[in-house]
Each structure stands twice: as C-alpha cells, then as structure tokens.
C-alpha cells in the first residue's frame, strides 16, 4: 500500500467523499452551515457531519477504527411542481450512490450504510421542503503498522496425528 494512501484526520474522509459524490452526481455539495440563510433557487444538497466516534477496536493491522455519520440535506423550493416528488427522486439518487460504498479506498474505509432516507421540514414560510439522507461509515486511521507478514515456525504435536502413539 502506497504510505500516503490513509486517512490523517476524518476530515480527509468527509472531503474525499463529497469530492467523489460531487464528480459522480455532476454537481455542487457545500456544507449546510453558512453565515447567511438564502432561499433555494432549485434543487440544492448540502451535507453536515452527525454522529462521530473512535470505536475501541484497532483493526488488524493496529490501525484505530472511527465511525462517522454524514447528513446530506436535500433542499426543494416549493415553487417546484411536486416539490416533495422532486426530493424523493433527488434523494434516492443520491441515496443509490452511497449504498454500500468505499470511495475507492477499501483498504481504508469499511462498507458504508444508509440508515435513513426521510422528509424532515416542511416549511412554506420559508418556501422549502427538505429530506435528508443519513449515511455512516467506518474508517481507518492513520499508516498500516507494517507492511509484511512475519510466519513463525511452532513445534508439531506428532502423537496427536499418529494413530500408533
């Protein structure tokens, strides 16, 4: 394995996630949090990081296991026709591209989950409708320990194998 091939931080993962969603869906993910709230204009996904913990389990080759939750926000005006339509259709799209996927990085990430797909705001004062997606995924952090095997020789019991003993 390439030494620059691991994940430092977990948001190295966050960014490579959104970099690979972004190129596969053909457009724009920003985080959902920004200094002034605007109304969308169309279709719009956001993300935010949930749920985040270091597992107390090392994997095999003594690198630590984190488990990260992703948010994305799936965001409809509801000048839209069939605005709640419009954020289904949006949402299992997006939905199909995180199921069950490692980003190109096995070696560093475990299969990733969608846990729930579900409307949470109807706001017509604001003039929105919006479903998130909730995705986790484990990673691992850091450089393998190393990179061979070491095999060691262990004396052979010969009388558990030898009928005449």
Avoid at 69 to 76: C, G, I, Q, S, T
Avoid at 119 to 143: C, E, N, S
């Amino acid at each position: 394995m390439n030494s620059n091939s691991f994940f430092r931080a977990p948001s190295e993962w966050v960014r490579h996630v959104i970099t690979v969603l972004e190129a596969r869906l053909n457009l724009s993910i920003e985080s959902s949090y920004h200094r002034e709230s605007s109304e969308p204009t169309g279709t719009t996904i956001c993300y935010h990081v949930g749920e985040s913990s270091q597992l107390n389990h090392t994997a095999n080759d003594g690198r630590k296991l984190h488990e990260i939750e992703l948010n994305f926000l799936v965001y409809v005006p509801l000048a839209v026709p069939d605005f709640d339509l419009e954020a289904l259709d949006a949402s299992t799209r997006l939905e199909r591209e995180l199921l069950h996927e490692n980003w190109g990085q096995s070696e560093n990430t475990g299969e990733s989950r969608v846990v729930s797909n579900l409307p949470r705001k109807f706001a017509p004062d604001l003039g929105v409708f919006l479903r998130t997606v909730t995705m986790k995924q484990r990673i691992y952090m850091g450089p393998v320990g190393s990179d061979h095997l070491m095999l060691v020789e262990s004396e052979r019991n010969d009388s558990a194998t030898d009928p005449a003993a």
